[in-house]
Protein backbone atom coordinates (compact mmCIF):
# COMPACT_ATOMS: atom_id res chain seq x y z
CA UNK A 1 0.00 0.00 0.00
CA UNK A 2 1.70 3.24 -0.72
CA UNK A 3 -0.05 6.91 -0.81
CA UNK A 4 1.74 10.07 -2.69
CA UNK A 5 0.11 13.33 -1.26
CA UNK A 6 0.98 16.83 -3.31
CA UNK A 7 -0.33 19.77 -4.46
CA UNK A 8 0.60 21.94 -0.80
CA UNK A 9 2.06 25.14 -1.69
CA UNK A 10 2.04 28.74 -0.15
CA UNK A 11 -1.11 30.72 -0.84
CA UNK A 12 -2.38 33.93 0.51
CA UNK A 13 -5.34 34.24 3.09
CA UNK A 14 -8.41 33.92 0.60
CA UNK A 15 -7.07 31.90 -1.82
CA UNK A 16 -7.51 27.91 -2.62
CA UNK A 17 -5.54 24.65 -3.07
CA UNK A 18 -6.00 21.57 -4.18
CA UNK A 19 -3.98 18.46 -2.85
CA UNK A 20 -4.01 15.19 -4.25
CA UNK A 21 -2.92 11.47 -2.85
CA UNK A 22 -2.26 9.23 -5.29
CA UNK A 23 -3.23 5.63 -3.69
CA UNK A 24 -1.70 1.98 -4.82
CA UNK A 25 -1.82 -1.52 -3.18
CA UNK A 26 -5.93 -1.44 -2.85
CA UNK A 27 -8.93 -0.73 -4.14
CA UNK A 28 -9.66 3.20 -3.64
CA UNK A 29 -13.69 2.72 -3.28
CA UNK A 30 -13.90 -0.02 -0.88
CA UNK A 31 -11.89 1.75 2.17
CA UNK A 32 -12.30 4.81 3.71
CA UNK A 33 -10.23 7.63 2.93
CA UNK A 34 -8.91 10.54 4.62
CA UNK A 35 -7.29 13.72 5.38
CA UNK A 36 -5.23 15.33 8.21
CA UNK A 37 -2.74 17.91 9.30
CA UNK A 38 -0.67 18.10 12.12
CA UNK A 39 1.25 21.56 12.95
CA UNK A 40 4.74 20.97 15.41
CA UNK A 41 4.02 20.48 18.65
CA UNK A 42 0.34 19.58 18.22
CA UNK A 43 -1.62 16.09 17.14
CA UNK A 44 -2.36 14.86 14.18
CA UNK A 45 -5.94 16.03 13.34
CA UNK A 46 -8.54 14.93 10.95
CA UNK A 47 -9.59 17.24 8.34
CA UNK A 48 -12.23 15.13 6.01
CA UNK A 49 -12.69 11.88 5.66
CA UNK A 50 -15.08 9.77 3.16
CA UNK A 51 -16.36 6.58 3.57
CA UNK A 52 -16.35 3.97 1.12
CA UNK A 53 -18.68 2.73 -1.86
CA UNK A 54 -19.80 0.09 -0.13
CA UNK A 55 -20.30 1.24 3.14
CA UNK A 56 -23.60 1.32 5.36
CA UNK A 57 -23.49 5.75 5.35
CA UNK A 58 -21.39 6.55 2.35
CA UNK A 59 -20.19 10.01 4.24
CA UNK A 60 -18.03 12.16 3.98
CA UNK A 61 -17.39 14.23 7.42
CA UNK A 62 -15.56 17.45 8.16
CA UNK A 63 -14.13 18.66 10.88
CA UNK A 64 -15.67 22.29 12.14
CA UNK A 65 -12.74 24.14 11.40
CA UNK A 66 -13.37 23.64 8.00
CA UNK A 67 -16.97 22.69 7.31
CA UNK A 68 -18.18 24.77 4.46
CA UNK A 69 -14.31 25.58 3.15
CA UNK A 70 -12.92 21.92 2.22
CA UNK A 71 -14.36 19.30 -0.07
CA UNK A 72 -13.27 15.76 -0.41
CA UNK A 73 -13.68 13.71 -3.67
CA UNK A 74 -12.65 10.74 -5.20
CA UNK A 75 -11.79 9.75 -9.00
CA UNK A 76 -11.95 6.03 -8.37
CA UNK A 77 -10.46 4.95 -12.42
CA UNK A 78 -7.78 7.25 -11.28
CA UNK A 79 -7.24 5.48 -7.76
CA UNK A 80 -6.68 9.22 -6.75
CA UNK A 81 -8.64 11.35 -3.48
CA UNK A 82 -8.31 14.92 -3.69
CA UNK A 83 -9.39 17.97 -1.01
CA UNK A 84 -9.97 21.18 -2.40
CA UNK A 85 -9.07 23.61 -0.19
CA UNK A 86 -11.26 27.44 -0.46
CA UNK A 87 -10.63 30.48 1.43
CA UNK A 88 -7.47 29.18 3.31
CA UNK A 89 -6.65 30.79 6.62
CA UNK A 90 -3.40 31.52 8.44
CA UNK A 91 -4.58 28.70 10.77
CA UNK A 92 -4.56 26.06 8.26
CA UNK A 93 -1.07 26.03 7.99
CA UNK A 94 0.09 22.34 8.18
CA UNK A 95 1.45 19.26 7.02
CA UNK A 96 -1.55 17.63 4.96
CA UNK A 97 -1.22 14.15 5.22
CA UNK A 98 -3.91 11.55 3.39
CA UNK A 99 -4.39 8.16 4.72
CA UNK A 100 -6.24 4.64 4.15
CA UNK A 101 -8.78 3.52 6.48
CA UNK A 102 -8.66 -0.23 8.04
CA UNK A 103 -12.64 -0.32 7.29
CA UNK A 104 -15.16 1.09 5.16
CA UNK A 105 -16.70 3.70 7.91
CA UNK A 106 -14.70 6.95 7.91
CA UNK A 107 -14.44 8.79 11.13
CA UNK A 108 -11.86 11.63 12.24
CA UNK A 109 -9.95 9.93 14.47
CA UNK A 110 -6.36 8.84 13.56
CA UNK A 111 -6.66 5.36 14.66
CA UNK A 112 -8.84 4.44 12.37
CA UNK A 113 -6.05 4.60 9.57
CA UNK A 114 -3.06 2.29 9.13
CA UNK A 115 -1.35 3.48 5.82
CA UNK A 116 -0.13 7.14 6.03
CA UNK A 117 1.15 8.98 2.87
CA UNK A 118 4.12 11.82 3.43
CA UNK A 119 2.38 15.03 3.98
CA UNK A 120 2.84 17.59 2.02
CA UNK A 121 2.93 21.14 3.43
CA UNK A 122 0.48 23.98 3.25
CA UNK A 123 1.19 27.39 3.93
CA UNK A 124 -0.38 30.29 4.33
CA UNK A 125 0.40 33.80 5.22
CA UNK A 126 0.78 37.02 2.92
Known amino acids: VQLQASGGGLVQPGGSLRLSCAASGFTVDRHAIGWFRQVPGKNREGVAV???????????YYSDSVKGRFTISRENDKRTVYLQMNNLKPEDTAIYYC?????????????????WGQGTQVTVSS
Open 50 to 60: MSSVISSDGGK
Open 99 to 115: AKGRGAIATLWTGRYDY
